[in-house]
Each structure stands twice: as structure tokens, then as C-alpha cells.
């Protein structure tokens, strides 16, 4: 499959959004429906429903995890289908992963040189990535498009939030 390395498949956005660890299977109690097929939109399975499908055969899917309590997908996986490049890494139990979206907690304030996501301002661990999930590099992108398809057909409007008047040189004393 070729793919655009900037581009997404449109089915992420909806997986992204999607609350894995809410429901478990009804089939299998004790495991949660981890695997979403883009193929079919939506479509959740546990990993034992989804290895006895027939029907998933050959559908494009990605299984989540747990990382520190939040959603995660392999490197590998989610490296089939967009570029995930710049999202900072981390490791469980030795499978390299990435987030799904950032991190829930408030953002951090402190102006102390730490590296910080482009889109939304969370702490990195490491300098070189620029990117704390996969929503934030999607949004970030999106973004993007959006101000150069403004600006390719000409409609762009320049508005400057930071003006500031200008001290006169030469200020005039007031009319006595």
C-alpha cells in the first residue's frame, strides 16, 4: 500500500476517539474488546473474537494497550498505516509504543527549557520527538492543511493579535 507519508487514513480519527478499556466482550468476560477494525469503522473485538473472525480477513485493524493507565499502540503497528515519526516512544513490557491521545492530567506551566508537545504544550521526555500522541500530531497536521489550503486559494486574512502601540519618539506634552 502506498501511503502519503503526512497522511492519515480517515478511520484513525474515529479510533482515536474511541473508549477501548469501557466495555469488556460479551463472549469473553474477562477480556476487553482491544482491537479496531478501520475497514469496518468502529468495529471492536477482543484479541479471541477477532483471531476466530472469518469475516476481518484481511481488514485493516489496530490492537490497543495499557500504558500507565492510558491507551497505546505498537510503533510498529500504527507505522503501517501513517507516519509516526516525531511521537515520543515509550516502552511496555519491551514492544515499543506510542499514545493514542495526551496525556489527561492539566499541561505543565514551568518555562524551565523541558521539550514540549507542538500542539499541546505536555512535557516530552526527550528533545528530539515533537509530539506527545498520535491526536496531537493528527491535529497538528490538520491544522496545517487548513492554513495552507486558506492560503493557496487566497482568502487568508492576517489578523495580529499582538499589536502594540507604539511609544511615540517624540512624546507631546498635553496643551497647557
Not at 515509550?90 to 509504543?97: E, L, M, R
Not at 487568508?156 to 507604539?166: L, Q, S
Amino acid at each position: 500500500m502506498a501511503m502519503d507519508l503526512l497522511m492519515f487514513p480517515t478511520w484513525l480519527r474515529d479510533c482515536i476517539e474511541t473508549r477501548f478499556y469501557d466495555k469488556r466482550c460479551e463472549k469473553h468476560a474477562g477480556k476487553y474488546k482491544t482491537i479496531y477494525c478501520g475497514t469496518c469503522r468502529g468495529t471492536l473485538a477482543c484479541e479471541i473474537c477477532w483471531k476466530d473472525s472469518t469475516e476481518h480477513h484481511d481488514h485493516d485493524y489496530l490492537q490497543v494497550y495499557t500504558a500507565s493507565w492510558r491507551t497505546s499502540i505498537s510503533i510498529g503497528d500504527i507505522s503501517r498505516f501513517c507516519d509516526a515519526s516525531n511521537i515520543q516512544l515509550y516502552k511496555i513490557n519491551s514492544k515499543k509504543v506510542v499514545y493514542l491521545n495526551p496525556n489527561a492530567k492539566g499541561r505543565e506551566e514551568k518555562k524551565d527549557g523541558t521539550p514540549k508537545c507542538l500542539n499541546c504544550q505536555r512535557k516530552l521526555i526527550e528533545s528530539h520527538y515533537r509530539f506527545c500522541s498520535i491526536a496531537c500530531k493528527i491535529t497538528n497536521i490538520e491544522l496545517a492543511r487548513r492554513d495552507a489550503e486558506v492560503i493557496n486559494h487566497g482568502n487568508a486574512e492576517v489578523i495580529n493579535y499582538r499589536i502594540r502601540r507604539r511609544k511615540a519618539e517624540f512624546p507631546r506634552k498635553a496643551a497647557v
